[in-house]
Nanobody
């Protein structure tokens, strides 16, 4: 089992920055990587970014490339999502997920509770 706890969400003006954190506990060594997804009100959950635990390889959805950076601290079992130049369309609940190195939600076995990010215009 893996437990995930996210933090760092909040309200920010357009153009601002936030850093989300996700602390993983449990059998994290059994998971190839971790990812961030988001779900806006009335929309389906969508992929944001993923990172491989061992290689550090990353992948991003096109809409956040150049603005968001995913990183990890293996010693702390923590994954971060640095979000810069935020836009109102980034408003969503952001979820941390463990289990895969993939853009597909079905590749992940474990999910956090979510943290709200609201970007005002």
């Amino acid at each position: 089992q893996v437990a995930l706890v996210e933090s760092g969400g909040g309200l920010v003006q357009a153009g601002g920055s936030l850093r989300l954190s996700c602390v993983a506990s449990g059998r994290t060594f059994s998971t190839p990587g971790m990812g961030w997804f988001r779900q806006a009100a009335g929309k389906e959950r969508e992929f944001v970014a993923t990172i491989n635990w061992s290689s550090g390889g990353t992948s991003y959805t096109d809409s956040v490339k150049g603005r968001f950076t995913i990183s990890r601290d293996n010693a702390k079992n923590t994954v971060y999502l640095q979000m810069n130049s935020l836009k109102p369309e980034d408003t969503a609940v952001y979820y941390c997920a463990a289990g895969g190195y993939s853009v597909y939600p079905g590749s992940y076995n474990y999910w956090g509770q979510g943290t709200q990010v609201t970007v005002s215009s």
